[in-house]
């Protein structure tokens, strides 16, 4: 892992279950050691309501004990997935037969480690997962099919638009130039290059063709089309959104 990935993991919060005093503290404050914030709880039944509680999902890596009092670890963690909850997650245990390990994996869990067990590894196991976890969060939010400025949400994969969650109809052109602004607020677009990212580079035709289709947009989107506080222009340059 470079120095660059490392950093990228300072101050990563991680939830620790387990009802070991003795161990619940030398990792605790092994982890921290790392960099890591950590939250601890001697129970499942503490952990789970603090998860379900923790609405953001701020927390980055859960590692579980599998034997704990009431809530056991696998009840646990299959409570975790069942509320749609993907935070990465980690168990560990005295058991180390093939079909223990299976079975806390097909409960969700992402790795399985059994005790006894080397901090070392277990901080390298972390780091994976939270690394891993968090290239995951990045992928999903590049993909995303929904964008969203102030009062304006596009719909990509349906094709719509809403102002102040009221439906917007807009044209196949005025929509894809919308996405390109709302796509990459604050950068000023000259006409040339929207000719050229929306009517495609062997467009022949005037510039004033964006012009026309900016009007339309602000007519639908603006409070006062006469004087924008979205879709801007930039004299001398061309147009910005935001």
């Known amino acids: 892992m470079t120095i660059k990935d490392h950093k990228s993991l300072q101050g990563s919060k991680i939830l620790f279950v387990e009802d070991d005093k003795s161990i619940r503290l030398t990792v605790s404050e092994t982890l921290k050691g790392?960099?890591?914030?950590?939250?601890?709880?001697?129970?499942?039944?503490?952990?789970?309501?603090?998860?379900?509680d923790n609405t953001r999902n701020e927390i980055d890596?859960?590692?579980?004990?599998?034997?704990?009092?009431?809530?056991?670890?696998?009840?646990?963690?299959?409570?975790?997935?069942?509320?749609?909850?993907?935070?990465?997650?980690?168990i560990l245990s005295a058991k180390d037969n093939e079909s223990d390990r299976v079975l806390g994996l097909e409960v969700g869990a992402d790795?399985?480690?059994?005790?006894?067990?080397?901090?070392?590894?277990?901080?390298?196991?972390?780091?994976?997962?939270?690394?891993?976890?968090?290239?995951?969060?990045k992928y999903i939010e590049s993909t995303k099919t929904i964008i969203e400025f102030n009062h304006i949400k596009m719909f990509l994969e349906e094709c719509r638009v809403t102002s102040f969650d009221r439906e917007?109809?807009?044209?196949?052109k005025e929509f894809k130039l919308l996405e390109l602004f709302m796509?990459?607020?604050?950068?000023?677009?000259?006409?040339?290059?929207?000719?050229?990212?929306i009517w495609e580079i062997d467009f022949i035709g005037d510039t004033k063709t964006v012009d026309v289709h900016v009007r339309w947009l602000r007519e639908k989107l603006e409070e006062d089309p006469s004087a924008p506080k979205l879709l801007k222009t930039v004299r001398g340059f061309g147009y910005k959104f935001g």
């Open 183 to 197: 796509k990459s607020p604050k950068r000023v677009w000259s006409r040339d290059l929207i000719l050229e990212k």
């Open 111 to 137: 790795d399985y480690l059994t005790k006894p067990f080397g901090l070392n590894e277990l901080i390298a196991r972390s780091r994976a997962l939270i690394r891993r976890s968090k290239r995951n969060k």
């Open 61 to 90: 890596l859960i590692i579980l004990d599998l034997m704990l009092p009431g809530l056991n670890g696998l009840e646990l963690c299959r409570k975790i997935r069942n509320e749609e909850n993907h935070t990465p997650v980690l």
């Open 34 to 52: 790392e960099g890591f914030q950590v939250l601890t709880f001697k129970d499942g039944s503490s952990a789970s309501d603090f998860i379900s």
């Open 168 to 172: 917007i109809t807009l044209s196949p």
